[in-house]
């Protein structure tokens, strides 16, 4: 079956300092895989997507990027956080045919 | 995409069967509804999802009226595991490229 793993769970970070999260899959190929950030209260937002490795789609102008070394593992980034990168980080993955399926969620607060 | 509106809250009581209804007036004819819950703290979790046939499972049932502008989840026997936010989402294609766009759903809370 499809697992999506996610680390750290929860992830404290002062202001200025940079960010990476992983998101690694099991039990499937070639998956499409998402990143989505929840602010408080708030519905889901799409941030990036991927197809395959080395290919990124941004959906909105912000301070994070993704990549996508290898074909199971995804890549949140930022160099600098700011305040309004607060929020819960989701990773999702998609095959054709299949309801999308999300991880954990990484729960991060700047301070 | 179609835009879904659903109430912002519900209460439901412990074992009665708790009904989630889902306005999608806009939706297209080859827009699925999809269902997904997110219990807090945790990620979304799929539920259920049709085109134009009711459907059930071993979590809910769907019901989409025939005109298609609206849908209802039904939990038959609600359990206090059930609390959770319910998002209904209209979204082209079942495949796993879709882009999916969560509003803020119905904070359901199930009551002992």
């Known amino acids: 079956s499809q697992t999506i793993h996610q680390w750290p769970a929860t992830l404290v970070q002062p202001v200025g300092s940079p960010l990476s999260l992983e998101c690694t899959v099991e039990?499937?190929?070639?998956?499409?895989l998402y990143w989505y950030r929840q602010a408080a209260g708030r519905g889901l937002q799409l941030l990036f997507y991927?197809?395959?490795?080395?290919?990124i789609s941004s959906e909105v102008p912000q301070n994070l990027s993704a990549s996508r070394p290898q074909d199971r593992q995804f890549i949140l980034s930022s160099k600098k956080l700011l305040l309004s990168d607060s929020g819960f980080y989701l990773c999702?993955?998609?095959?054709?045919?299949?309801?999308?399926?999300f991880g954990d969620g990484t729960r991060l607060s700047i301070l | 995409d179609a835009k879904t509106t659903q109430p912002t809250s519900m209460d439901c009581a412990e074992g009665r069967a708790a009904n989630l209804p889902c306005n999608h007036s806009?939706?297209?004819?080859?827009?699925?509804v999809y269902w997904y819950r997110q219990i807090h703290s945790q990620g979304p979790q799929y539920i259920i999802h049709?085109?134009?046939n009711n459907e059930t499972n071993e979590m809910a049932s769907l019901i989409i009226t025939e005109d298609r502008k609206s849908s209802t989840l039904i939990l038959p026997h609600a359990t206090l595991r059930d609390t959770a936010v319910y998002y209904c989402?209209?979204?082209?294609?079942?495949?796993?490229?879709?882009?999916?766009?969560f509003g803020t759903g119905t904070r359901l809370t199930i009551i002992p």
């Open positions: 999702a993955l998609g095959q054709s045919n299949q309801p999308q399926h």
């Open positions: 039990g499937t190929s070639n998956p499409n």
């Open positions: 991927s197809v395959g490795i080395g290919q």
């Open positions: 806009t939706i297209s004819g080859n827009e699925y």
């Open positions: 049709g085109l134009k």
């Open positions: 989402i209209v979204r082209v294609a079942l495949g796993g490229n879709e882009k999916l766009t």
